[in-house]
C-alpha cells in the first residue's frame, strides 16, 4: 500500500499540500486500496478486455464488411465507449464505494445499485461454466494427436477420414463482454476429413454430453463439474484477500493473453494463406458499402457497450479502490483504447490462421469462418491441429481463454463480495477470505445445472435474457441519475476536486457526450435490440415455453429493485409525496469523498447540509 503517516495534519495548508500529491498519506485509512496503479490498471483492463474480444469481435468485423467495420466502432468508442467509461469510473473513484452505495447521490435510484449486483450473480454463473468449458479444452490438448484430429470411437461412424464427406453442423455460439450469445444457422459444408464434424461431435457428445433440450436436464456432467469447481476455486484462491491478492495475480492474467495473441500471430501471418485472411478481416476485400446499412453501426454500438462492460457495476467496483487524486479520465482514455486495439491485434492472429485453413481445404475464407462457441471450440481448433507441433498450440490457446475468462469472472465476484463489504463493513472487515470463499461455494452450486447435459441450453438461456439489453437499461437509468438528477455541473465539479480544474472548452464535450450523444446512442440501440430480439435457440432446438418464460423472469429479478426500493424509499420518507420526491433526488449527507482530507469546503458538514438543502425539483426539471 502507499505508506500512510502516523498523524494527519488539521493545519488548512498541510491538509492543501497533501491533498495535491497522489500517494501521499491522504487516502484510505479503512477500506482497501489498490497498491500502486499497475496493478489497479491492469485489473481494469484484465476486466475489459474479454472473451467477446477474441472470439466476437472478428466474426462482427468479417460480417459487417471487414475492415469497414472498424469505422463505425471506434466511432463508437469516441461518442460512447469512452464518455460512459469515464463517467462510471469517476463515480467509483470520487466516493469509494460499490455499485449500491454509490447511490447515496440519488437514493430514489438505490435499486439500480441492487439491479447490477442481481446482474452480477446471474452472469458470473454461466461465465463460471465458460470458463470451465476452456479448461476441459485445455486438459483434453495434453494429447498427441489431439482428440479432434482424427475420428475416434466416439464418433459412432458419423464422420470419416476419407474427404469429401457432407457434414451438417448446428453451431450455437457465445459472443460477449462481453457475454451475449449469438446463433448462427446450419451451414452444409465439403471439408476434407470432415473437420468440422469431428469437432462438433466432440463439443456436443463430448464435451457437453447435450441432451435434446431443456425439457431433458440428465444428470451431471463430471468433467464439466470438476472443471468447474476448479474455475472456483481459482477465483477464490485469486480474490482470497481482496484487491491485495487479486492485485498480485493480474500482472500475470491480463498480460498473458497478449503474449499468447502476438506468438500466435506471428506464427499465423508466416502460414500459407493467411495473408487472404487477412486481407478478408481488414484488407481490401473490405465492403465500404456496408456502412449504409443501419445493423453495421448497431453491432458497432452493441459490441463497444458490452465489452466494455459498462453498466455492470464493474468498473465501479474496480475505481472505487483507486487513489482519490488518480486521472480517471486519462485511465479511462488508456483502458478503452487497449480494448478496441486488442479486438483488432486478436482478430489478425485468428483470421491469419483461419486464412491458412480454408488454403489447406481450399475453400473460401466464409467457409471456416465462425463466432462464439464456433470459433472458440470448432473452427479455432481444427485450425491449430493442422500446424506442427499442434498439442502444444491448442494448449497455448485455451489456456489463453481460461485466462481471459478468469479476469472477467474475478472482477464480478469482486462486485458481490464489495457489496456486501460495504453493506456490513464491521462483519466483514476480518472475514474477507471467507466471504470470498462463499461466495464462490454459492456460485459453483447454482452452476451445476449448467453442467448437466442440458447445461448449455441453461447457460444460452442466460446469456440471451439477463446479459442482453438489460445493460442498456441499467446505464439509461445511470447517466438519467447522475447527469440529470444529481446534476451535470455538480457532477463535473466533483471530478474537478479529482483532477483539477479543466477548460470550458474541455468539458463542453464531455456534456454533449453525457447528455445528448451517450443517452440517444444508447435508447436507439435498446429500442432496435428490443425491436429485432427473437426468442433464443440452440442451432435448431427451440426452448419449451417455460423456459422463455423463465428466461423473462431473470429479466424481471434484476430490474424489479429499481422500482421496488424506489416505492420502499418513498414509503419510510416523511411529509408530502412531493417533499419525499425532492427528498430522494437529492444527495444524502453520506454521499461525499470517502476521507475527509478529500472532502475540502464543498463537503465539509456545514456546507455540505447546506448544499443538499437547496436541491429543488426545479434543478431537476432544468436539466431536462
Given at each position: 500500500?502507499?505508506?500512510?503517516?502516523?498523524?494527519?495534519?488539521?493545519?488548512?495548508?498541510?491538509?492543501?499540500?497533501?491533498?495535491?500529491?497522489?500517494?501521499?498519506?491522504?487516502?484510505?485509512?479503512?477500506?482497501?486500496?489498490?497498491?500502486?496503479?499497475a496493478?489497479?490498471?491492469?485489473?481494469?483492463?484484465?476486466?475489459?478486455?474479454?472473451l467477446?474480444?477474441?472470439?466476437?469481435?472478428?466474426?462482427?468485423?468479417y460480417?459487417?464488411?471487414?475492415g469497414?467495420f472498424?469505422?463505425?466502432?471506434?466511432?463508437?468508442?469516441?461518442?460512447?465507449?469512452?464518455?460512459?467509461?469515464?463517467?462510471?469510473?469517476?463515480?467509483?473513484?470520487?466516493?469509494?464505494?460499490?455499485?449500491?452505495n454509490?447511490w447515496?447521490?440519488?437514493?430514489?435510484?438505490?435499486?439500480?445499485?441492487?439491479?447490477?449486483?442481481m446482474?452480477?450473480?446471474v452472469?458470473?454463473?454461466?461465465?463460471?461454466?465458460?470458463?470451465?468449458?476452456?479448461?476441459?479444452?485445455?486438459?483434453?490438448?495434453?494429447?498427441?494427436?489431439?482428440?479432434?484430429?482424427?475420428?475416434?470411437?466416439?464418433?459412432?461412424?458419423?464422420?470419416?477420414s476419407?474427404?469429401?464427406?457432407?457434414?451438417?453442423?448446428?453451431?450455437?455460439?457465445?459472443?460477449?463482454?462481453?457475454?451475449?450469445?449469438?446463433?448462427?444457422?446450419?451451414?452444409?459444408?465439403?471439408?476434407?476429413?470432415?473437420?468440422?464434424?469431428?469437432?462438433?461431435?466432440?463439443?456436443?457428445?463430448?464435451?457437453?454430453?447435450?441432451?435434446?433440450?431443456?425439457?431433458?436436464?440428465?444428470?451431471?456432467?463430471?468433467?464439466?463439474?470438476?472443471?468447474?469447481?476448479?474455475?472456483?476455486?481459482?477465483?477464490?484462491?485469486?480474490?482470497?484477500?481482496?484487491?491485495?491478492?487479486?492485485?498480485?495475480?493480474?500482472?500475470?492474467?491480463?498480460?498473458?493473453?497478449?503474449?499468447?495473441?502476438?506468438?500466435l500471430?506471428?506464427r499465423?501471418?508466416?502460414?500459407?494463406?493467411?495473408?487472404?485472411?487477412?486481407?478478408?478481416?481488414?484488407?481490401?476485400k473490405?465492403?465500404?458499402?456496408?456502412?449504409?446499412?443501419?445493423?453495421?453501426?448497431?453491432?458497432?454500438?452493441?459490441?463497444?457497450?458490452?465489452?466494455?462492460?459498462?453498466?455492470?457495476?464493474?468498473?465501479?467496483?474496480?475505481?472505487?479502490?483507486?487513489?482519490f487524486?488518480?486521472?480517471?479520465?486519462?485511465?479511462?482514455?488508456?483502458?478503452?483504447?487497449?480494448?478496441?486495439?486488442?479486438?483488432?491485434?486478436?482478430?489478425?492472429?485468428?483470421?491469419?490462421?483461419?486464412?491458412?485453413?480454408?488454403?489447406?481445404?481450399?475453400?473460401?475464407?466464409?467457409?471456416?469462418?465462425?463466432?462464439?462457441?464456433?470459433?472458440?471450440?470448432?473452427?479455432?481448433?481444427?485450425?491449430?491441429?493442422?500446424?506442427?507441433?499442434?498439442?502444444?498450440?491448442?494448449?497455448?490457446?485455451?489456456?489463453?481463454?481460461?485466462i481471459?475468462?478468469?479476469?472477467?469472472?474475478?472482477?464480478?465476484?469482486?462486485?458481490?463480495?464489495?457489496?456486501?463489504?460495504?453493506?456490513?463493513?464491521?462483519t466483514?472487515?476480518?472475514k474477507?477470505?471467507?466471504?470470498?470463499?462463499?461466495?464462490?461455494?454459492?456460485?459453483?452450486?447454482?452452476?451445476?445445472?449448467?453442467?448437466?447435459?442440458?447445461?448449455?441450453?441453461?447457460?444460452?438461456?442466460?446469456d440471451?435474457?439477463?446479459?442482453?439489453?438489460?445493460?442498456?437499461?441499467?446505464?439509461?437509468?445511470?447517466?438519467?441519475?447522475?447527469?440529470?438528477?444529481?446534476?451535470?455541473?455538480?457532477?463535473?465539479?466533483?471530478?474537478?476536486?479529482?483532477?483539477?480544474?479543466?477548460?470550458f472548452?474541455?468539458?463542453?464535450?464531455?456534456?454533449?457526450?453525457?447528455?445528448?450523444?451517450?443517452?440517444?446512442?444508447?435508447?436507439?440501440?435498446?429500442?432496435?435490440?428490443?425491436?429485432t430480439?427473437?426468442?433464443p435457440?440452440?442451432?435448431?432446438?427451440?426452448?419449451?415455453?417455460?423456459?422463455?418464460?423463465?428466461?423473462?423472469?431473470?429479466?424481471?429479478?434484476?430490474?424489479?429493485?429499481?422500482?421496488?426500493?424506489?416505492?420502499?424509499?418513498?414509503?419510510?420518507?416523511?411529509?408530502?409525496?412531493?417533499?419525499?420526491?425532492?427528498?430522494?433526488?437529492?444527495?444524502?449527507?453520506?454521499?461525499?469523498?470517502?476521507?475527509?482530507?478529500?472532502?475540502?469546503?464543498?463537503?465539509?458538514?456545514?456546507?455540505?447540509v447546506?448544499?443538499?438543502?437547496?436541491?429543488?425539483?426545479y434543478?431537476?426539471?432544468?436539466?431536462?
Amino acid at each position: 500500500m502507499w505508506n500512510y503517516g502516523s498523524t494527519i495534519s488539521k493545519d488548512p495548508a498541510v491538509l492543501a499540500d497533501q491533498d495535491s500529491h497522489v500517494g501521499d498519506s491522504d487516502e484510505k485509512l479503512e477500506r482497501e486500496q489498490w497498491t500502486n496503479k499497475a496493478e489497479y490498471m491492469l485489473s481494469m483492463i484484465g476486466y475489459a478486455v474479454g472473451l467477446g474480444n477474441i472470439w466476437r469481435f472478428p466474426y462482427l468485423a468479417y460480417k459487417n464488411g471487414g475492415g469497414a467495420f472498424l469505422i463505425p466502432y471506434f466511432l463508437m468508442l469516441v461518442f460512447c465507449g469512452i464518455p460512459m467509461y469515464f463517467l462510471e469510473n469517476a463515480i467509483g473513484q470520487f466516493c469509494s464505494q460499490g455499485p449500491i452505495n454509490m447511490w447515496r447521490a440519488v437514493p430514489l435510484l438505490q435499486g439500480v445499485g441492487f439491479s447490477m449486483l442481481m446482474l452480477n450473480a446471474v452472469v458470473s454463473v454461466y461465465y463460471n461454466v465458460i470458463v470451465a468449458y476452456s479448461l476441459y479444452y485445455m486438459f483434453a490438448s495434453f494429447q498427441s494427436p489431439l482428440p479432434w484430429s482424427s475420428c475416434l470411437s466416439w464418433a459412432d461412424g458419423n464422420c470419416s477420414s476419407v474427404p469429401k464427406v457432407y457434414c451438417n453442423v448446428s453451431v450455437s455460439s457465445i459472443g460477449s463482454k462481453n457475454h451475449t450469445l449469438v446463433q448462427t444457422s446450419t451451414n452444409t459444408h465439403t471439408f476434407s476429413q470432415t473437420a468440422v464434424a469431428i469437432h462438433s461431435l466432440l463439443l456436443s457428445r463430448v464435451a457437453l454430453q447435450r441432451s435434446s433440450g431443456l425439457d431433458e436436464t440428465g444428470p451431471v456432467v463430471w468433467h464439466l463439474a470438476l472443471c468447474l469447481l476448479l474455475s472456483s476455486m481459482l477465483v477464490a484462491a485469486a480474490l482470497s484477500k481482496g484487491i491485495k491478492s487479486s492485485g498480485k495475480v493480474v500482472y500475470f492474467t491480463a498480460t498473458f493473453p497478449y503474449v499468447v495473441i502476438l506468438i500466435l500471430l506471428i506464427r499465423g501471418v508466416t502460414l500459407e494463406g493467411a495473408r487472404d485472411g487477412i486481407e478478408f478481416f481488414i484488407g481490401s476485400k473490405s465492403n465500404l458499402t456496408k456502412l449504409t446499412e443501419g445493423q453495421v453501426w448497431k453491432d458497432a454500438a452493441t459490441q463497444t457497450f458490452f465489452s466494455l462492460s459498462i453498466a455492470s457495476g464493474g468498473l465501479l467496483t474496480l475505481a472505487s479502490y483507486s487513489n482519490f487524486h488518480s486521472n480517471v479520465f486519462l485511465d479511462s482514455v488508456i483502458v478503452t483504447t487497449i480494448n478496441h486495439g486488442t479486438s483488432v491485434l486478436a482478430g489478425l492472429a485468428i483470421f491469419s490462421i483461419l486464412g491458412h485453413m480454408a488454403h489447406i481445404y481450399r475453400k473460401p475464407i466464409a467457409s471456416v469462418v465462425k463466432e462464439g462457441f464456433g470459433l472458440a471450440f470448432i473452427a479455432y481448433p481444427e485450425a491449430l491441429a493442422k500446424l506442427p507441433i499442434s498439442t502444444f498450440w491448442s494448449i497455448l490457446f485455451f489456456f489463453m481463454l481460461t485466462i481471459v475468462g478468469l479476469d472477467s469472472q474475478f472482477t464480478q465476484i469482486e462486485v458481490i463480495t464489495t457489496c456486501l463489504y460495504d453493506a456490513f463493513p464491521e462483519t466483514f472487515k476480518s472475514k474477507r477470505a471467507l466471504l470470498t470463499i462463499m461466495t464462490c461455494s454459492i456460485i459453483y452450486f447454482l452452476g451445476l445445472p449448467c453442467v448437466t447435459r442440458a447445461g448449455i441450453y441453461w447457460v444460452s438461456l442466460m446469456d440471451q435474457f439477463a446479459a442482453g439489453w438489460v445493460l442498456l437499461i441499467l446505464a439509461l437509468f445511470e447517466i438519467t441519475g447522475f447527469f440529470y438528477i444529481y446534476g451535470g455541473n455538480r457532477f463535473i465539479k466533483d471530478i474537478e476536486m479529482m483532477i483539477g480544474k479543466k477548460s470550458f472548452c474541455f468539458w463542453l464535450w464531455w456534456r454533449s457526450c453525457w447528455f445528448f450523444i451517450c443517452p440517444g446512442i444508447t435508447v436507439v440501440t435498446l429500442i432496435w435490440s428490443l425491436i429485432t430480439f427473437v426468442p433464443p435457440t440452440y442451432g435448431k432446438v427451440q426452448y419449451p415455453v417455460w423456459g422463455l418464460a423463465l428466461g423473462w423472469c431473470m429479466v424481471a429479478f434484476i430490474l424489479l429493485w429499481i422500482p421496488v426500493v424506489a416505492v420502499y424509499k418513498l414509503m419510510r420518507a416523511e411529509g408530502s409525496v412531493w417533499k419525499r420526491l425532492k427528498l430522494l433526488c437529492s444527495p444524502s449527507e453520506q454521499w461525499h469523498p470517502y476521507l475527509d482530507v478529500h472532502r475540502g469546503e464543498r463537503y465539509s458538514k456545514t456546507n455540505h447540509v447546506h448544499e443538499i438543502r437547496w436541491i429543488s425539483m426545479y434543478h431537476i426539471l432544468v436539466y431536462f
